[in-house]
């Protein structure tokens, strides 16, 4: 069977590729990180989706536009971090690379055999052994990777090893709740303690080293923390009915290989290790709208300036992998409906192909009205229901949750729903009463909840009616009084410009400043304007941390909400493609000032909004983005001050960000979706 | 059967307020235009309120506290506009006001008269001839109020008509599509023409007044602006296939009277002929949130500066009533799975009253997962799903839509939803291709949609824990870098001030702004901060029309998106208590002035947000805010520059508002709502 070339590789094709490395390396030292498809050049996709599109979706084997089937091989080769790209067709290495001063994602094993060492260590069993923790506790120690606060050389991996105790026997019990007031710094490779650290209990309380540890305070010991049904001791509630799905035709989408057919949608769906679920060849009605779309990172600083609070900043993508923490979905658990899931496909540390069963679903649900009209003269409606295709997957990042899932609209639009749930991540306070702190919420005795930011970057690689498309800024603004043009001082227009060169931009709701990708060599005919599809985003506040800071200089991705790029084949990872104590400079901002136009930094505040263009730059410009391919991203997220509700399981706080067209169609493109009638829809009346 | 103070009045009762209006009044003039029930003053109702929680919600007759009964009516009596107050227990008027120079909201009896006035004019008839429609068409003139604009006297009405035509003999056939290029203004009383418009067909085009009007180009006949099943050519898609909701054991919510409970939940439901569905005494697990819940208001201002554009400035609710244009909702067309309807009661001209059936409706829905956590440790998942009431009600506005909706979580929050749907109001444009407006879209041949605002005023009546409450407003800044309290440059905290005088408020994501509703005399015993519930508002640009024009002047709560007010029982319409041909002056801005906090214009810059705190004012000060019965004002909408896929029905525009539970709770509030499993969910697998 011939494969997409946007297909996933399959666990036949992660086993040749490992195959091909080993042959090719002389050592038999060969640590696999990453097999995974390397997405052919965009220029051969474009011929090649052209040439598939003019064959009507055929899969034609003798399509001669056909890529180059490759996978992408990260590996420690002799503990030296390296990159190849293995051609599958042709079972060679075509291309390596050393990694120099790179390190790797998070390794799980690793991990375990972080926590085991660090645990086993006679200095941190001595300070626990201080807490005189209560009978039948478990200590739980909780890796995570080192934020760069400049305080160690960061060419070495090292880990920072977070305390928390169980208080029951049951493995589900909820460590979070007991958060120690001890951290441990972790030479990763050599496994050695390298710095015992105190965690403060009060706001201005430092590190005090050598001192013992005050004893646990048995009086805080609650169950008020789990979460577990087999660990929580409080009531449930009985009152929530059954509610089913029935679809006695079965679900409205088709799914053939990856390639999901839904409501005049196609598109194909991928997965990797780092993104999780991504988007490719996006059209409605055979139209193209987006060449691929993905999260391509998420950061996660915590606000508490208190040493060694700077260092807990989580890339979830770059360091964790979407996809690595994807869940098993469950029929029935995760989505209700008629639901049809895909599997992912790892690699082991030895090259090995490891299945991830259900790590995407496919189910419609009902989104209420569409549109409804009612003529006021006959009294006569006509009202239309929106059915939605959503493509989920859920993602376990120790503590937090994310619900990250695509809504396609029967209106050709579609969202990017993030919704955040799980568990906070918790440090100790003092519990004694009425304790408070600057920097987090008390959300249990003794435990803190600390402020915190997650940062989530959309890429929007649009296509739409082809590959060479514009981003237009438009705003809504007063007309100046006037006693010919505006006498009565109400009007208002438009004001539109075209972002030539690759930038950063802010939201600005008082000016209804709208995101438009379009295409302005095809012309709607009907509006006269070029065709486009617009941003509707998410408002939330940039990066907190100072510009100075490693948080921000990580995260370059982080300080404007939309930025606009050229197309580059590897520019993917909008925070840099290695985060692992990355230190910065080597993020979305920097590509662009690394093409010159210095504009970067550039607030595009509304006062310089509507000031003289950017002087027209020489043919060629690389920073150019003009009728060029270009990427859109999208930076929105969260500024997270716990609440108390949040506490112990979060409910879900969700995020969402449409794309949907404007002056694409030439009118709205769900009027011809079936009529809602009670024949249709059998609902049932509940009588007075 | 003893009514609830918050019942809206029966049949019988609207009956009997009429029968003591007559028996008060001599003359037999009387035009009644509301008979609605006088809500009890709040000092009664918190009495009532509190003993009937006492006694656990039972409804006792001789709860002593029992407020007296009212009607509003609101009547031309020998033509005098007149509002009194009808005490339906002791069977008398108990109060009257002559409401001078004031007009009722829009008579659609009269405006229909008006319509066959205006037609039957033989200057309008000789317009129309000129004209030279197609054999068979029908005009319509569509009547508005009369948005002010100085070019007229304001104390008698006018009416607005705008020309369409139907070219279809089918009453539903779209006759926004084809805006004729006259309009005509109507004195209302006299139904005499005033003056015939020429709508000007181009941007620069002004009324040539006497010139004949150009024939219609018979080419632009076309039937792309049908919706209706039984005129649109288009094809119907098939591809939808049935999707229904079970509920086996039936819904979850019971209700009784008006009162609906739901896993938690309590609330009333109330219904009038202004703001449509109200909600009162919102409780969940018997702790009081809400006194009161509704729409309060809200402008759709048009941007076009072309005379008589700026007349376009419609008032839904003061000047249409959101309750008088409430639809018939329809069992499987406007809702899916066990609904409930709650019907309507109005009151004829003459008194009587009519019955609106199905004005409301409630029913369930599953809203995806509302938490979720798996332990990375032992694989286990834990998820729940999110179940929600819905209280939904839908608006026709002459051409528009809109869809208001109560969404009720187990987390305990609570999200108000706008969808705004329906028929673009448009205006004629030259037909000829590739023209273009600077004032809004065209969206077929001939038709501009202008551009225009939605500014909808959400008015929250809280009672959190009690009816003293602050609002409170937080934003979270860097902290400065500081080698001692912040080395690293990344921490950040919040900054809170309590809002101590009446004033209106700004959004800004920059800074996380946060408005919280706190009751500052009860603290959490977890968290030790006020109780509180926030706003999550919608970000939206305030109102474009410059303040010095009436559009702005008569709707001063759209120049701010948040305000907190003093609570008073008269102060429920921030536009002021009538609308129709307002001039300005009277609303929450000049509550706010009229207090003397000479604040209430003062923008909440961001500078001057963590500014020194206004002096202290003297005790009694009436505008003071801390500590007081309150009410928010959300302002929110949407700039609306239309889309060509907006035609000829547009999809619907969602937007949102929620209020959270912050440090309310001891914990999240749906912690103990029931596993997810596939055996109470039963879905369905789709096999690849």
Not at 104 to 117: F, G, Q, T
Not at 408 to 422: C, K, W
Not at 582 to 596: P, T, Y
Not at 612 to 628: F, H, I, M, T, Y
């Amino acid at each position: 069977m011939t494969r997409h070339p946007f297909d996933p590789l399959t666990p036949e094709e992660i086993k040749l590729s490992a195959h091909i490395l080993r042959q090719h390396v002389s050592s038999s030292d060969i640590v696999f990180r990453v097999v995974t498809l390397w997405e052919p050049p965009k220029a051969e996709m474009i011929a090649f989706l052209d040439r598939e599109n003019a064959l009507r979706g055929a899969l034609h084997k003798d399509n001669p536009s056909h890529p180059s089937r490759c996978a992408r091989i990260q590996a420690y080769i002799n503990k030296k971090f390296c990159e190849f790209k293995v051609n599958l067709d042709i079972c060679n290495v075509i291309s390596e690379e050393i990694l120099h001063g790179r390190q790797s994602h998070i390794d799980s094993d690793l991990m375990r055999k972080v926590e085991l060492a660090c645990l086993a260590d006679p200095r941190v069993q001595d300070k626990i052994s201080q807490l005189k923790l209560p009978q039948n506790s478990t200590v739980v120690v909780e890796p995570w990777t080192y934020g760069p606060d400049g305080m160690n050389d960061m060419s070495k991996l090292l880990t920072m090893c977070w305390f928390y105790m169980r208080i029951s026997s049951d493995p589900d019990a909820n460590y979070y709740a007991y958060p120690l007031p001890l951290s441990v710094e972790m030479a990763t490779e050599t496994m050695d303690v390298m710095r015992i650290i105190h965690l403060p209990l009060s706001d201005d309380e430092h590190d005090e080293g050598d001192k013992p540890l005050q004893p646990f305070d048995q009086q805080n010991l609650h169950a008020s923390g789990e979460y577990h049904p087999n660990l929580s001791t409080a009531g449930r509630r009985t009152t929530t009915k059954p509610y089913h799905v029935n679809q006695p035709q079965g679900p409205s989408f088709t799914i053939d290989g990856q390639k999901v057919s839904w409501e005049k949608w196609t598109f194909r769906v991928g997965f990797n290790y780092r993104e999780g679920m991504t988007l490719h060849d996006i059209r409605y009605d055979d139209r193209s709208l987006f060449y691929r779309l993905s999260l391509s990172e998420m950061f996660v600083p915590y606000g508490d300036p208190r040493m060694p609070y700077p260092r807990k900043a989580a890339f979830d993508l770059g360091n964790d992998g979407a996809g690595i923490c994807a869940n098993n979905l469950k029929l029935g658990c995760d989505c209700l409906g008629h639901i049809r899931y895909f599997d992912g496909y790892l690699n082991t540390n030895s090259g090995l192909p490891i299945k991830l069963p259900n790590v995407i679903c496919c189910h419609e649900i009902d989104d209420g009205i569409i549109w409804k009209h009612t003529n006021f003269r006959t009294g006569n409606a006509v009202v239309t229901r929106s059915r939605q295709l959503v493509l989920q997957t859920i993602i376990t990042a120790s503590n937090y949750e994310y619900i990250f899932a695509f809504y396609f609209g029967q209106d050709a639009s579609l969202t990017y729903e993030v919704r955040a749930t799980g568990i906070l991540s918790t440090a100790p306070i003092s519990s004694a009463p009425t304790t408070t702190s600057r920097y987090g919420t008390v959300v249990g005795p003794g435990i803190l909840a600390p402020n915190h930011q997650h940062l989530f970057c959309l890429r929007i690689d649009p296509a739409i009616d082809g590959h060479r498309n514009s981003l237009l800024v438009e705003e809504s603004h007063p007309l100046p009084v006037d006693a010919e043009a505006n006498p009565f001082g109400m009007g208002y227009t438009t004001q539109s410009r075209i972002i030539t060169n690759e930038t950063g931009l802010d939201l600005d709701h008082n000016t209804n400043r709208t995101f438009k990708i379009v295409n302005e060599s095809i012309t709607n005919r009907i509006a006269s304007t070029p065709v486009g599809y617009k941003l509707v985003p998410f408002y939330s506040q940039p990066i907190l941390a100072h510009p100075s800071s490693f948080h921000a200089r990580r995260s370059e991705f982080a300080k404007h909400a939309v930025w606009v790029t050229r197309y580059h084949d590897d520019e993917m990872f909008p925070a840099g493609r290695f985060t692992m104590q990355s230190i910065g400079g080597e993020g979305i901002a920097s590509w662009i000032e690394g093409r010159g136009t210095g504009q970067s930094d550039t607030r595009a505040e509304s006062d310089e909004f509507n000031g003289p263009e950017n002087a027209e730059r020489v043919l060629g410009d690389p920073s150019s983005v003009q009728n060029k391919d270009i990427v859109i991203w999208h930076t929105f997220g969260s500024t997270h001050n716990p609440r108390v509700e949040d506490w112990p399981v979060m409910p879900c706080e969700k995020m969402s960000v449409s794309l949907k067209p404007v002056n694409f169609f030439e009118s709205n493109p769900a009027m011809d979706v079936p009529i809602s009638t009670q024949e249709r829809n059998c609902s049932v009346l509940v009588e007075g």
